[in-house]
């Protein structure tokens, strides 16, 4: 498993999105950046450093599709959950 | 006279060995030829089963020879796709990690339930790593290629499933479908494949990908042999948690019946076409042969669809953390990045995206109060060459592999039955299939209008190349 400093140089806060939530932040070339260097040294698995461009571009792709929910139709404070999920009446 | 030739149907091959104008063990060695002989081009079979495939058409065989019954497939030879459980081989479920596996202790769910019919299973095929794929390709086994232009992608992940089935190597198989995965390779290689209701068909003995999202399902060359299959797959089984215990839902019985009171719409907005020429001509030659005048829109299928590639990424990487973080170096680098970013995406996210499916789910139900069959397309273009990465959406470059599936994601997303039907495309001569989708558990309507089309022209046609033995 690689070592790998990580170092949070900017100031989450000052996002300029309205709307803060990772959807949003992760948007940003560079929070994107730290997340990925965060999460690479967390999740356990044996990361090579040629993957990298590649696995950022996939979350990059999951934060577009994570921003079109976000931005759905959904009240934001609905308490309407979803794990009871089935196609039609039972 | 009974003449022995590729494109017998599911019924011709039952009927004369039942008959005895023709022995199981005889149409079992036909088979068995045609894809030693074109196997190698296509690399649709990772498996080949010779001896359990001549046991058991040995035992059809002295059943008929002394009069005793037999099922409603006998002597049809079938392949499934790799990830079904086969007694005694290793389901690979197209990876390189799970060859290390014990081999299966016993047969998948549908495997018995179509063997218990007479049919006879004949090997296990290629499919994209672990079922996260649209392509077909795969580093391990070889690119699974397509019947209609080998130098084209098959699509996936069953991939091997619609090859051998378009080449002729087998009248049907099974296939599983996530977000696409029957529909996206029936569409390239030109036949018809079935997404059951989510929960329909039991996943017993199947190795999984997203257990939310997954569905199993059967492929074939024409709509009467699908019918008869599916109906025969059909039966609650409470070892898989998702399967629902409904009434079978006898689909061949009302194959013929009357359409012309199903209430049929053109998908719209998402589903729109005009950015996709091929796409959109297929819809339109549909839309022409069933007199559809009116448009539907679908509320919320591009949130649907973002939830289905979230739900997706995030439960997959999941299923598969231990051996990302055990065999990392023994992933197909297209899945593997794929699931090492669905590693690290948030929790909040997946919460948010199966409060989207849950939402859209309930506006598909309404607008199904008044439509009973909505069309729309399965794939954006016809199979595109092998190693492409990018497709062009309104005139900018996109990548290609997840938007393969970007007509059909939104549908799996909520379960809902779709069926493909295949088409022509004139300019390429290549073929490009429609998705027949009605309300849950409304199979029977899917294939009584694919049966419609394919009485009025919209059949599988053979890939020349692979027509004679």
Redesign the interface.
Known sequence: MKKQSVTIKKNYNDTPNKKQ???YSLNQPEFLDD??TI??KL?????SDE?KA??????N??T???Q???N???DEN?I????T?????? | MFTLHEQLTVHEIASAVKNKQVSATQILKFYLDRIKKHNKKLSAFTTVLEQRAFAQAKSIDERINTGQKTGCLAGVPFAVKNLFDIKDTVTLAGSLINQKHHSAKKDALLIKRLESEDAILVGALAMGEYAYDFTGENIHYGNCKNPWDISRMSGGSSSGSASAVASMLVPFSLGSDTNGSIRVPASFCGIFGLKPTYGRLPRTGSFPFCDSLDHLGPMARNIKDLSLIYDSLQGFDESDHACINKSANSSYKTLENCIKDLRIKRASEYFDTQSFPQAHKAVDKICSALSVKENINLPGAHEARSAAYLITNIEGSRLHLTRLQSNINDFDPDTRDRFIAGTMLPASWYIRALQTRHWFHQQALKVFQKTDIIIAPATPCVAPKTGEKTININGEQHALRPNLGYFTQPISAIGLPSCVVPTIDEESQLPIGVQIIAAPWREDLCLRVARFLETHGFETFPAQSFKAL
Do not use: Q
Request: glycine letters at 8%; proline letters at 5%.
């Open positions: 939530n990772l959807a997340y990925y999460m690479n999740v356990g698995i044996d990361i993957w590649n696995i950022k571009f996939h979350i792709n999951a577009k599709m994570a079109v929910i976000e759905g139709p959904i609905t309407d959950l979803s794990n999920f089935h196609p039609g009446e039972r």
